[in-house]
């Protein structure tokens, strides 16, 4: 049925949304190594310094914490208390976990929204890293895109398209 295909099509976007945002999130972290070590190399051997590598890597862990974040929220990762859902009965249980989706989509929403507006302003006043001299804008939609993205993973679980116990082996 169109539903059924609808479904496999989300799910088949959904795992490639997956893929590229924890083959960033490894190239980040690939990165982040290799300056950092470049930086302790200048630092004691050549004594001399990197002055843009502590930027770039603040601006790197910044982006791969939040698209770690949503990577979380696939994998089901994050913390949670279930002691008490897992034992109420199906139906509170069901209606229990939808709220749980609703507030997560609405907290997620409203941060997304309030990081889109910090994008707004940087990008309106032109503001710039000290070192680097990046938009800031740049480092900022970090949140906005993140938070995105933990919306389409939430409401993915929720409809049933995520295959939480697949997304943890696969990746």
């Not at 959904?14 to 630092?43: C, H, P, S, T, W």
């Not at 990081?115 to 001299?133: C, D, Y």
Request: hydrophobic letters at 55%; glycine letters at 8%; a neutral charge.
């Amino acid at each position: 049925s169109a539903g059924e295909e609808g479904g496999v099509c989300v799910r088949a976007l959904m795992e490639k949304v997956g893929k590229v945002d924890y083959f960033l999130v490894a190239v980040m972290i690939a990165i982040m190594a290799i300056v950092n070590f470049m930086q302790v190399v200048f630092r004691y051997v050549i004594e001399g310094s990197l002055p843009w590598s502590e930027e770039l890597l603040r601006f790197l862990f910044v982006w791969s914490t939040f698209l770690g974040a949503g990577i979380g929220v696939r994998k089901g990762a994050h913390l949670g208390l279930t002691a008490i859902v897992d034992n109420l009965p199906l139906s509170l249980k069901k209606f229990v976990t939808f709220v749980n989706y609703g507030v997560c989509i609405a907290f997620s929403a409203i941060i997304g929204y309030l990081g889109l507006s910090i994008v707004s302003m940087q990008a309106e006043f032109n503001v710039r890293s000290s070192a680097m001299e990046i938009p800031m804008y740049w480092i900022s939609m970090a949140i906005p895109v993140s938070f995105v993205l933990i919306i389409l993973h939430i409401i993915n679980i929720a409809m049933g398209y995520e295959d939480r116990e697949k997304a943890r082996i696969e990746q």
